[in-house]
């Protein structure tokens, strides 16, 4: 039987083998705003691919059932064309997000909350364009956000962080030999994606890819700033939604501030 010594010393010997094989990578170019450093993957993008799809697929089907998925019609046309103009850039970040199956729903709630999961699938919640009273400029800043996150595979990043804090090396979903001592890990890993909040870096990342995505979509970069001071001021006591998970500082905003002068020449009205 295995001691406890040994057992310890083989997990971290996969530890180092995982983190040699996957960790030495950026997983997108890094675009004028120059986003590159490198990031600790220790589950596959197809394993993380196929609990965000399951989990989006979950939350479509209950928001139809519930009449509250895509109701507005007019409000649905103008968020994917917005989507449609924002995708259109990704390729200039990773050449492989041409071939994802993205698919963007506005979902019914006053939660003032907009998420795209690993793989390209959004879901703006319309409390946040109806209580913000978003410009279609503001709207193409959150969306560009979260499509960063998404090209950044920031949510495979939390998840691998999550399983070294754990010390669970290989979830196992995409193989189908899950092992049952990880099936927690496994099972929590799609809410996880959606509730983990997003580091610093992670947020300085997905403002910076964000604001290149709409200047070069045509939609005027200033209206970042304009977006996080209506969410900053938002909620009326309790933070919106967004927040939880977006942690924002004052930094923020002078970061974006900072970022304009390089993608103000790629934006043409
Ligand atoms: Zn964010």
Avoid at 98 to 120: Q, Y
Wanted: aromatic letters at 4%.
């Amino acid at each position: 039987m295995e001691n406890a010594t040994s057992f310890i010393a083989s997990i971290v010997m996969s530890l180092v083998l995982s983190l040699t094989a996957l960790s030495c990578a950026s997983t997108t170019d890094s675009g004028v705003i120059g986003a590159d450093r490198k990031q600790l993957m220790l589950v596959s993008e197809s394993q993380i691919n196929e609990m965000a799809t399951k989990g989006y697929e979950e939350m479509k089907a209950d928001a139809a059932k519930k009449g509250l998925l895509d109701q507005n019609k007019q409000q649905v046309a103008r968020v994917n064309e917005i989507a449609r103009r924002l995708i259109a850039q990704t390729p200039i970040f990773r050449g492989d997000a041409r071939d994802w199956k993205w698919e963007t729903h506005v979902i019914t709630s006053k939660d003032l909350n907009a998420f795209c999961m690993p793989g390209g699938k959004m879901m703006v919640y319309s409390g946040l364009i109806d209580q913000l009273k978003l410009t279609d400029a503001e709207l193409a800043a959150v969306m560009g956000h979260e499509i960063a996150h998404a090209l950044r595979e920031h949510g495979r990043e939390r998840i691998s962080e999550e399983m070294v804090k754990q010390g669970v090396l290989d979830i196992g979903v995409a193989s189908g030999k899950l092992d049952p001592k990880y099936a927690a890990v496994a099972g929590t890993a799609s809410a996880l994606l959606l509730t983990l909040p997003h580091g610093r870096n992670q947020e300085l990342e997905a403002d910076q890819i964000g604001v290149e995505l709409m200047a070069r979509a045509g939609y005027d970069p200033e209206e970042a700033l304009s977006l996080w001071k209506k969410m900053g001021s938002a909620g009326g006591g309790s933070p919106p939604e967004f927040l939880s998970t977006h942690p924002s500082s004052s930094r923020r905003l002078k970061d974006i501030e900072a970022l304009l002068p390089k993608v103000r020449p790629l934006y043409k009205p």
